[in-house]
């Protein structure tokens, strides 16, 4: 009896490609199938019988035995004679079954039959990945990591598919090492060169938004919605989440008793500083507590030009800013607004002020834009400022810093004289 044993050949690929038994004999059965249609013209008239169990794989042609010349279709019918000489036994109307002979094919078409069922397993493997995935989008994953490169890092899931962690959506504080267990996000697939490519991230606000659901029941089960995520990864994160339930306060419950919750995910998050914040329509009352932890004096509205001038007593600027103005970018992204920060008691000195703008001539532009990043648009806002945190609060050097307070100085000076 002519067999292909496709246990040693074939389970390989099955293992590999982590597809199951049935499906992988039905890709055999359909490659020889075409081969019997390139050799016969058609696989009517034959059985592809793959054993799942042995791996032996048995293709049996079935034919109707006629009266000697009587043969019409050679495919379905066989003479009476030539079915004798197979089996002496035989009689006119009965069927016969005969086992096709795997040497009949030829070595150039049993090859040519391999590389299909190679290329169709590979097919098979791509639609699994793809399927599998595409359908986990925005979904947390835990993976091993398999290889670090200078770009991106290669990790495996629990079935052994390559997924891709680029450097770009890695928080600035990872560190990883092989064999080493971490959690992301699936971000999306994307296809290279007709092979999907599993892209994961953990800088995404869907990381953050999924480690909130994991850690947070109420999260989980509708109680508490998250409106919004803003993150500057490894650095800082606002979330603004607001509850259906009055009985619970949507804040207390993210945090947990003594931050037990929240300080989870502060660990995944290389330490990442996380405030929680009370969602409301009210933007004036938004504003104020997406600048936390900074208190607010007051502030000026303009709803049409999205802009809001936010006044603080001159400890709380620098808080409101934040460590290279992360703070206020975040609290702009979040609530949708423009929000410039002012000294509390900047109105009564602005008679004698002077704005910075007005010294183009002497500062470059790059600096005086430097200095408006972190709240200090006019020239008393800077002399204000110590040399110290003017350098710890802008990306300036100190011999900068130095120059532009001489400039300002000699022009309020000149005004005094």
């Known amino acids: 009896m002519a067999s292909i044993n496709l246990i040693d050949a074939f389970q390989d690929f099955k293992d590999a490609e982590n597809l199951d038994r049935p499906t992988l004999m039905k890709v055999v059965e359909d490659v020889f199938k075409t081969l019997l249609r390139k050799k016969y ?15 032996d794989l048995e293709i049996i042609r079935r034919r109707t035995i006629v009266e000697d010349g009587e043969v019409l279709d050679p495919l379905s019918e066989i003479a009476y004679s030539d079915a ?24 150039r078409a049993i090859l040519a039959a391999k590389q299909t069922l190679a290329s169709r397993i590979n097919d098979l493997k791509k639609n699994v990945l793809v399927k599998k995935y595409a359908g986990r989008i925005g979904e947390i994953i835990s993976a091993e990591v398999y290889q670090v490169w200078k770009k991106e890092v290669l990790l495996l899931d629990e079935d052994g598919n390559e997924l891709i962690l680029p450097k770009s959506e890695q928080i600035p504080q990872d560190y990883f090492k092989k064999g080493e267990p971490i959690r992301a996000v699936v971000e999306r697939v994307d296809m290279k060169n007709n092979t999907p490519v599993i892209i ?44 259906y339930d009055d009985r619970i306060d949507p804040v207390g419950a993210c945090v947990g008793m003594k931050g037990s919750r929240i300080h989870g995910i502060v660990r995944e998050l290389k330490n990442e ?29 303009d709803n049409e030009k999205k802009q809001a001038d936010v006044y603080l007593k001159a400890d709380q600027v620098s808080l409101a800013i934040g460590r290279r103005g ?39 532009q790059w600096i005086i834009d430097e200095f408006k990043r972190v709240g200090c648009d006019t020239a008393q806002s800077v002399l204000t400022l ?28 000149k005004d005094e004289a």
Do not use: W
């Open 273 to 301: 500083n996380i405030d929680v914040i009370n969602y409301t329509s009210n933007i004036q009352l938004l504003i104020q507590r997406s600048l936390t932890p900074a208190k607010i004096s007051f502030m000026n509205l």
């Open 326 to 364: 992360v703070n206020i970018k975040l609290a702009c992204e979040l609530t949708g607004y423009e929000i410039d920060v002012y000294r509390e008691d900047e109105e009564h000195i602005d008679e004698f002020d002077i704005d910075l703008d007005e010294f183009s001539d002497e500062i470059e």
């Open 200 to 243: 994961v991230s953990r800088t995404s606000n869907k990381f953050l938004a999924k480690l909130l659901e994991i850690e947070v029941p109420e999260i989980f089960d509708g109680l508490i919605t998250i409106k919004k995520i803003v993150r500057e990864p490894g650095e800082r994160a606002k979330v603004a989440v607001e509850s």
């Open 386 to 413: 110590t040399d110290d945190e003017l350098e710890k609060r802008t990306d300036l050097e100190r011999e900068t810093i130095t120059e532009v307070k001489k400039i300002l100085q000699a022009e309020f000076d």
């Open 84 to 107: 004798i000489k197979i089996e002496p036994d035989f009689e006119v109307g009965e069927e016969l079954y005969q086992e096709v002979n795997m040497i009949d094919f030829g070595r």
């Open 41 to 55: 013209g058609s696989d009517e008239n034959f059985d592809v019988i793959v054993n799942a169990e042995k791996g």
